[in-house]
Structure formats: C-alpha cells, structure tokens
C-alpha cells in the first residue's frame, strides 16, 4: 500500500469514527450556521412581503429565495476568507448546505404555514414572531440529524471543513 493510499485510508477512518460528541457538536454547529443565514433571509422576506402586502404564496417564495441566498453566502464568505476563488466558494456552498438549507426551509415554511393564522398575522402581532421562532427551532432540531449524518458520509459541512 503507497504512502498517499495509506494516508488516505487514515484520513477516512479518522472522520468515519470521530468521538460521537465531537461530531454532533460540528453537526450542530453546521446547522447553526445554516440557520443563522436562513433566518436572516427568511426574516428579511416576510418582513418585505408582508410590507409590501404580496400573497401569501410569494412572501414564502421570496423569503425561500432568501434564505438560500443568505446561507449560501455565509459558508462562501468564510471560504473567501480561506482564500478559494469565487467559482470555488460557490461549488462548496452548494454541496455544503443545499440538503441542509432544503430540509431548514421545509420543517421551518411548513411549521409557519401550519400554524392558523400565522402568514396572515401582521409584524407587530405576536404570533407572527412566535411562530417563526418556533418554526425556526423545530428546523434546527430536524436539521442537525441531517447534518451530522451528511457529514459522517464526507457530505454537507464535510466538504467545507476539508478546504481548511
């Protein structure tokens, strides 16, 4: 077995059996991240559509639009920072937080969506705020499963952590 080979396996195995702890810890904080960006775009797109008095369905289209935006930016921004170009940074933030973006945006929507009366509630009624922080947490709690398996299979934040 060649020396490359050799490391290769090592490098493999090291990430395959990480502590538990340990990998729940950066799954959690991969999905914290995510959610950061997620919850400013989300944020960002009911506030502007419910502003601006858009239909429910394109407050929740833009504020979608918004939140992969925003996740996205954030893991490009720290990949910038570590010195990848722009097409890089792009390539990584796809295949680190698409599924986890994906599964954030569809427990989170769908936890708002559900609540009565939620999408039509205005920006100073509680329940508008309550629900969206509800929503928020139950995606976050969903996500870091998702997260900390993608990551166990070299998948998802795997692949950002492997430019450092």
Request: hydrophobic content about 50%.
């Amino acid at each position: 077995m060649d020396h490359q080979h050799q490391h290769h396996q090592h490098h493999h195995a090291h990430s395959a059996h990480a502590p538990a702890d340990r990998s729940w810890r950066t799954a959690a904080q991969a999905t914290l991240h995510c959610l950061t960006g997620c919850a400013v775009g989300e944020i960002l797109g009911l506030v502007v559509g419910t502003a601006l008095g858009l239909h429910n369905g394109a407050t929740v289209a833009l504020s979608v639009g918004l939140a992969f935006a925003f996740g996205y930016a954030l893991t490009m921004r720290g990949m910038l920072r570590a010195g990848l170009d722009l097409g890089r940074a792009f390539r990584v933030a796809l295949a680190a937080d698409t599924v986890s973006i994906a599964v954030m945006e569809l427990i989170d929507t769908g936890t708002v969506l559900a609540v009565p009366g939620a999408m039509d509630a205005g920006l100073g009624d509680t329940l508008f705020w309550a629900s969206l922080a509800a929503a928020l947490l139950l995606a976050f709690l969903v996500t870091v499963p998702v997260n900390r398996w993608l990551i166990g299979r070299g998948r998802g934040h795997a692949v950002v952590h492997a430019q450092h």
